[in-house]
């Protein structure tokens, strides 16, 4: 039977979630595409950063010490960017947020203690009942992580719906369905458009970060500066990975790490292509 493909977008996440999907009627199309936006929208309402509801919220309304427990889902990413962080020695670190509040790059939280001088990651237990605890006053942002974990499980949510084809697109973050080729065009504000690469691609997850973070601020968002040792403050980096959640976050490693990030990418068998100032790309990885 032949497919038809819909399309619609949302804005969520702080940026213009997409999703598309063929189907063999357009009812099926938005059935699918709902349930999509719902899992985008249950994260969302999750790990918001300025939300008063939601789990980051809660946490940082709690005193020191004090266990919250938090959605699994939560605990899910939470725990991935603990794990990264180990991996990175810091490098990669969710704790940031009081850095990106003084850029302006996120909202100050209201009525919410101001967080400790030099918290940090180690700072966060996290327990197998979902359970966290905040040793010190700390703000954590899970964006460089959690938009491409709700990009999974949008792609999660469209299988269960049996679409075989689609992909989701979190502004900038994606992730295909189905056999490729899928043609992904790289964006950069850095360079001319006859200089943006193309990556064809098939079952795969794509995530981009700008330089334009680390040159404004030094260092970037979920890069610890004092352990940044990695790509110039112009680059581009591009990560392709089998799931967006660790494409999403691997972009920042590669940013602060650069060729010592080759180890890490491989562990989540991924590639990174580096762009510089002029245009020139760099492949760091190699994905098997």
Not at 29 to 56: C, K, N, P
Not at 115 to 134: H, N
């Amino acid at each position: 039977m032949p497919t038809r493909a819909i399309e619609r977008a949302r804005p969520l996440l702080g940026t213009t979630v997409s999703i598309r999907v063929d189907c063999a009627t357009e009812e099926d199309a938005h059935r699918a595409i709902d349930a999509a936006f719902a899992a985008v929208s249950r994260v969302h309402a999750l790990m918001s950063f300025h939300e008063a509801g939601s789990d980051l919220s809660r946490l940082h309304s709690a005193p020191p010490g004090e266990r919250v427990i938090v959605d699994a889902q939560t605990a899910y990413v939470l725990g991935e960017a603990l794990a990264l962080a180990e991996m990175t020695d810091g490098a990669f670190d969710v704790t940031v947020a009081a850095e990106l509040v003084a850029w302006g790059l996120l909202p100050a939280p209201s009525g919410q203690a101001m967080p400790s001088v030099g918290a940090c990651w180690k700072d966060i237990a996290l327990d197998e009942g979902c359970g966290v605890r905040l040793r010190r006053p700390l703000w954590i942002d899970l964006g460089g992580i959690a938009k491409g974990y709700a990009v999974d499980r949008a792609i999660d949510a469209l299988q269960s719906h049996d679409v075989q084809h689609a992909c989701v697109n979190a502004g900038g973050d994606l992730r295909t369905l189905g056999d490729g080729p899928h043609f992904v065009a790289i964006a950069s504000d850095e360079v001319e458009p006859s200089h943006r690469a193309v990556l064809e691609i098939g079952e795969a997850s794509v995530a981009t970060s700008s330089g334009r973070a680390f040159q404004a601020t030094g260092t970037g968002p979920h890069v610890n500066g004092k352990r940044r040792t990695g790509m110039g403050l112009t680059a581009s980096v591009t990560v392709v990975a089998a799931h967006c959640m660790h494409a999403d976050a691997l972009t920042k490693v590669v940013m602060a790490m650069g060729e010592r990030s080759v180890d890490i990418l491989g562990q989540f068998n991924a590639v990174a292509h580096v762009q510089d100032a002029t245009g020139h790309w760099t492949q760091v990885g190699t994905s098997v």
